[in-house]
């Protein structure tokens, strides 16, 4: 029998093919401890201990390198109308300084992107990516259809600071004014002589902002570097992107919960809303999806707490594959994501099923790592569903921060 020498833990190679963030060289000095690559960048995904890095995030503040969220930036003439085309959102309802969470999808309605968009002007929009390739689809149809864009990636890099501690850090930095910007609002700021751009959104369904660094590959490294030293008396700590949080938020992950194959009714969670059938444009998958949407779905995605032994946290190389889901003999869906969450003390994920399996309160069995274990159909998202927490403004002071991190279970440290 031949020896099995699978390296549990193989190195990522850097070298100058794989493009780096603006920020690749600052973030890399905190000790990152594993890379993955996202969008055609390295992207830091730990700094050696996931959970120690969801309670910080939890009840401090935190930073992270998110340079991978390439900006496609539209202007021209006809922006406002082809990024309208774009996405299943209706953009007359988006107001210049707004953000909006948005679908891209394909002529079948599978979801090609799932980008945070910025309206910067009246004909000025960034799509901040997902993980997939959605600057040659632009192109590609705005030359088709002989829209008047300019379509490129702009020189800017967005880092985030997330936490109920960030708005202190973000005063410190900004001023007061930074804290009137609304939730999925944005405004306009000057660092130290460096244009930025700064939003009330994140990955983690907490009290967070994004910096959006201009001229970002000359300024990138010295931003962070402000940001760092603003944010080091309020306990300020460099992390990954917190996939505990993201799935007990109900954030779903391009590449894993959707796909191209993936159309935005199979979601669930609410998400029908993020198709505007009825605006009086039109947009790329409409036709398909109000199809699928008068047909209905055959599968959705599910909340599901998983038993057995305690999972990973996803972003630890533990989860490899999805996790086949199993019902009376068969395979029937597969669980997209999962991790162990150490609030809630359960193992909880994200499956993809058929819509009668669906309901609250089916049992089905998944195969995990260690083995097939049962599963149940729950709500989700699991924590915050109203997100009422991330609209939130807190302001503790340095000393209050201190304690806080001094609050962290001491086996996570």
Request: overall charge negative; proline content about 6%.
């Amino acid at each position: 029998m031949a020896v099995d020498r699978t390296n549990p833990d193989p190195r990522v190679l850097l070298y100058p093919r794989i493009r780096k963030s603006p920020f690749f060289h600052a973030s890399r000095r905190h000790g990152v401890a594993q890379y993955s690559v996202y969008n055609h960048t390295y992207h830091p995904r730990h700094y050696g201990d996931p959970i120690a890095e969801y309670w910080a995030l939890l009840t401090g503040v935190t930073l992270w390198d998110v340079g991978v969220e390439r900006q496609v930036e539209i202007t021209g003439p006809d922006a406002f109308d082809f990024t309208n085309l774009l996405v299943t959102r209706d953009l007359t309802r988006c107001e210049v300084g707004q953000c909006k969470y948005v679908f891209l999808t394909d002529e079948a309605g599978g979801i090609l992107n799932d980008p945070v968009l910025l309206r910067l002007a009246d004909d000025h929009f960034w799509l901040s990516l997902a993980d997939s390739d959605i600057l040659l689809w632009a192109r590609g149809v705005a030359y088709g259809l002989g829209y008047d864009v300019e379509i490129r990636e702009a020189d800017v890099g967005p880092v985030q600071v997330q936490g109920p501690h960030s708005a202190a850090v973000m005063r410190e930095l900004f001023g007061p004014s930074v804290l009137d910007i609304g939730y999925y609002r944005l405004g306009e700021y000057d660092l130290d002589g460096m244009p930025v751009v700064v939003s009330r959104t994140g990955y983690t369904g907490e009290v967070g902002f994004e910096v959006y660094v201009r001229e970002a590959s000359r300024h990138g490294v010295a931003v962070w570097d402000r940001i760092w030293e603003a944010g080091r008396p309020f306990g300020l700590q460099v992390i990954g992107p917190c996939h505990i949080r993201r799935i007990e938020a109900g954030i779903l992950a391009h590449g894993c919960d959707i796909t191209y194959d993936t159309n935005p009714f199979e979601v669930g969670m609410g998400y029908d809303w993020m198709v505007s059938l009825e605006q009086e444009a039109d947009f790329i998958g409409r036709s398909a999806l109000t199809r699928i949407k008068a047909e209905g779905v055959r599968r959705r995605l599910a909340g599901v707490e998983i038993a057995g032994e305690r999972l990973g946290t996803f972003n630890d190389g533990s989860m490899i594959e999805a996790f086949p889901v199993h019902h009376r003999g068969g395979v029937v869906g597969e669980v997209t994501s999962a991790c162990w969450s150490p609030r809630l003390e359960r193992n909880i994920g994200y499956a993809m099923l058929p819509v009668e399996l669906g309901e609250l309160g089916t049992e089905v069995v998944v195969e995990t790592p260690s083995g097939r274990v049962g599963a149940v159909v729950v709500p989700k998202p699991f924590v915050d569903p109203t997100k009422e927490l991330p609209k939130q403004v807190l302001l503790p002071d340095a000393r209050s921060a201190e304690a806080a991190s001094d609050a962290i279970p001491q086996s996570t440290l």
